[in-house]
Each structure stands twice: as structure tokens, then as C-alpha cells.
């Protein structure tokens, strides 16, 4: 590919974002008025094109749907005041997806079809980004292999897509999580540090079972001894305990994630202790009991933090201390929330604007 070729644009006769309110839709289901596709044959990527959102004709051999060559991202744009659209750190999560495909043994994505596919779509699709406080402008970078052949193979062709779908007011509840030890989301040498389907598609049965006993999420351990903990859910894990964060470390096993580096780095720059390194199911109820574990949350791209005030273990419910006496991870939030919506300086140069 070269980088002189053009993005061919191909724009809808009409826009439908006047059908919704974008502060207020459902999450996942109204998708922007255009996409991104770029495809990867011969042996190479070619210029990618936008056009209207629409379904594709699909064979029914599609390598993706039988052998699980499929990843992903996801991200998000911000609204300004002044109407400019900030990208959060997509840079990072450009990154993150060729980190995952080629544990998939899938083409990585140039740099300039990942940042100018996605700049010009949402140069063209700006109306769509909600203009909330906490609305926001999801993105869902995808590549999935497209050989049409039976077969088990890397395949050789491929498409890289993005579609974008409004995330209005984005109210995040405090979740109630249990720990997992029996089902397992990750092993040292798998591919739990990628995006790909199947992570997602095999945590869907230990998931369900959870919430028939009332839990929403379910926080991932060690798939060796079940006794340290990892992740919950789509979500990094955190705690304060004794007024340090305190997270687990990422390895080849947990998702190395934007919001939670971005967390990190706010932490340390606040002057607060942080350590990542394993983190013990022992140590979290030690703590519980000798009343220093202040608060847990997860982090991530969906909700920045979502308060655990209650975590299940063994069959036996430990509380933990309300949202009101939490002094860290509200400020968190509140800081990236700042830093988004471009009212506070970017020390960290987290934004890039569309241009
Ligand atoms: C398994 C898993 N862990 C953690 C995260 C959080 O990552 P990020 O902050 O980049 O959204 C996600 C979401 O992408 C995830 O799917």
C-alpha cells in the first residue's frame, strides 16, 4: 500500500442521525451513518474506502466464523465544547490490535490505514458523537479473516473494518462480582492478552452462571492455583487497600489495558503509591477483615470505573465500604472525564483531535 493512495469515499444520500436522539440511544444497536473496510489480499493491505453502514453477503466457509481469526478493539470519541472531536489514546489501542493479530498469526495494520480510516470517518460522522457529559462516540475497530474455504489455516485475506455506534448517558452502576475459581479466562502461553473472539465467547458460560446467583461479572483468577486474582469481566481490576493501588500486573494471561494505564499514570502523577504485581484472593480478604481495603473497581473503555461494592467468594458475600466514603477512584473518573472533553490541560498527550 501507499500512502499517497486516497481514501475512496463513497457518502450516504441521506443521514439518519436526525432518526435519533444520540444522547439517548441504546448502546450497540444504532450504528453511525458510515464505515470503514480495508482489505488485506495478496499478500498485502490495500487503501481502505468509506462507505454507508451496511450488512455485507458473507460465505458461509468465511474462515473467520469456524477457525476464530477475529479481534478487536473498542474506544472512544469525545465531544468538546467547542464541538472538536477528541480520540482517546487511539494510538495505543492501534497498537493493542496488532499486538493481537499477530498472536493470530494475522496481517498487521499499517499505522496509516488504522489513524486515517479512522480520522476521515469520523471527520464525516462528527453529528453522531453525543455532546452529553458522559456521552461519547464508541469505536469498534475489527479485523476478521476471510478466506472462504474449509479448512483450519491462517487464511489469506483478511478485512480490516470500523464502525462507530453512539454511546449516550452512560450511567454506571455499582456491581456486585464473584470470584471465579472453578472456569478459568486465561492461561500463561494462551491469548489472554488479546482482544480475539474466543476470549470473549468462552467467558460467556462461567459469566451466566454468576448471574443466576445474582452476581454481574465474575473476577477472573490464575487459571494454575485459582488464587490470584486477574480481571473482571471486560474490565481491569483495582483496589486501594491502605491508601496504595494496587493491581495486578499485566502478563500474557490479563488484557494490558488503556483505561488502566491512563489510571496508573494519573495515580502516580497524584503522588499516590501504586503497585502492580500479583494480587492474592488471601491478600483482598486480609485486608477486608483488618479493615484497610478501601475500595475495588474495574476500569475500562465501556464505563472508566465501575464500583464493586460486593464481592462473592466460596458462597459467602463480603461488603465493601459505600461509594460515598471512596476518595480515589471518583476523582479518577472525574480527572479523565476532564481531560476528554479537553477542559483541563493533556499533560500526558492522551488527545488527538480529528483533523
Ligand atoms: C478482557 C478485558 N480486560 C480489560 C479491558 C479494559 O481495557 P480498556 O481500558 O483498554 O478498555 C477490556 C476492554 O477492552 C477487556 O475486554
Known amino acids: 500500500m501507499t500512502s499517497t493512495e486516497p481514501i475512496k469515499i463513497q457518502k450516504i444520500a441521506k443521514s439518519r442521525v436526525g432518526e435519533y436522539d444520540v444522547n439517548n440511544v441504546p448502546f450497540g444497536k444504532v450504528?453511525?451513518?458510515?464505515?470503514?473496510v480495508a482489505e488485506y489480499k495478496d499478500?498485502?493491505?490495500?487503501?481502505?474506502?468509506?462507505?454507508?453502514?451496511?450488512?455485507?453477503?458473507?460465505?458461509?466457509a468465511l474462515s473467520a466464523l469456524h477457525y476464530g481469526q477475529a479481534i478487536f478493539e473498542g474506544m472512544k470519541a469525545y465531544k468538546t465544547s467547542s464541538g472538536e472531536i477528541n480520540l482517546f489514546r487511539p494510538l495505543d489501542n492501534f497498537k493493542r490490535l496488532n499486538i493481537s493479530a499477530v498472536r493470530m498469526a494475522m496481517p498487521e495494520v499499517p499505522e496509516e490505514i488504522f489513524m486515517g480510516g479512522l480520522n476521515e470517518?469520523?471527520?464525516?460522522?462528527?453529528?453522531?458523537?453525543?455532546?452529553?457529559?458522559?456521552?461519547?462516540?464508541?469505536?469498534?475497530?475489527?479485523m476478521i479473516a476471510t478466506d472462504e474455504a474449509i479448512g483450519v489455516k491462517a487464511s489469506d485475506t483478511y478485512k480490516f473494518i470500523i464502525i462507530t455506534c453512539p454511546a449516550g448517558k452512560y450511567y454506571s452502576e455499582p456491581i456486585k462480582v464473584m470470584v471465579e475459581t472453578n472456569y478459568f479466562r486465561a492461561v500463561e502461553g494462551g491469548v489472554g492478552f488479546t482482544k480475539c473472539a474466543g476470549n470473549y465467547g468462552r467467558s460467556l458460560f462461567p459469566t451466566k452462571l454468576a448471574q443466576q446467583?445474582?452476581?454481574?461479572?465474575?473476577?477472573?483468577?490464575?487459571?494454575?492455583?485459582?488464587?490470584?486474582?486477574?480481571?473482571?469481566?471486560?474490565?481491569?481490576?483495582?483496589?486501594?487497600?491502605?491508601?496504595?493501588?494496587?493491581t495486578p500486573a499485566t502478563s500474557d494471561t490479563i488484557l494490558a489495558g488503556v483505561t488502566r494505564d491512563s489510571v496508573i499514570q494519573?495515580?502516580?502523577?497524584?503522588?499516590?503509591?501504586?503497585?502492580?504485581?500479583?494480587?492474592?484472593?488471601?491478600?483482598?480478604?486480609?485486608?477486608?477483615?483488618?479493615?484497610?481495603?478501601?475500595e475495588a473497581f474495574g476500569v475500562g473503555t465501556a464505563a472508566t470505573i465501575a464500583h464493586i461494592v460486593t464481592i462473592g467468594f466460596e458462597g459467602k458475600d463480603y461488603e465493601l465500604p459505600p461509594i460515598e466514603q471512596r476518595k480515589f477512584s471518583p476523582k479518577i473518573d472525574q480527572a479523565l472525564r476532564?481531560?476528554?472533553?479537553?477542559?483541563?490541560?493533556?499533560?500526558?498527550?492522551?488527545?488527538?483531535?480529528?483533523?
Not at 503522588?271 to 478501601?294: C, P, T, W, Y
Open 266 to 294: 494519573l495515580a502516580r502523577d497524584w503522588g499516590m503509591m501504586v503497585e502492580e504485581r500479583k494480587v492474592s484472593i488471601k491478600e483482598i480478604f486480609d485486608a477486608h477483615k483488618n479493615g484497610k481495603l478501601q
Open 31 to 36: 450504528f453511525s451513518d458510515h464505515m470503514f
Open 338 to 355: 476532564d481531560i476528554r472533553k479537553g477542559r483541563v490541560e493533556d499533560k500526558f498527550r492522551w488527545i488527538i483531535k480529528v483533523a
Open 213 to 246: 446467583k445474582g452476581y454481574q461479572q465474575v473476577i477472573w483468577t490464575d487459571a494454575k492455583t485459582h488464587s490470584y486474582v486477574e480481571e473482571s469481566g471486560t474490565m481491569n481490576l483495582m483496589f486501594v487497600i491502605d491508601n496504595i493501588l494496587i
Open 43 to 60: 499478500g498485502k493491505w490495500h487503501q481502505g474506502a468509506i462507505m454507508p453502514y451496511q450488512d455485507v453477503p458473507m460465505s458461509l
Open 121 to 142: 470517518l469520523l471527520k464525516l460522522d462528527k453529528a453522531w458523537v453525543p455532546d452529553s457529559e458522559t456521552g461519547s462516540l464508541y469505536i469498534r475497530p475489527f
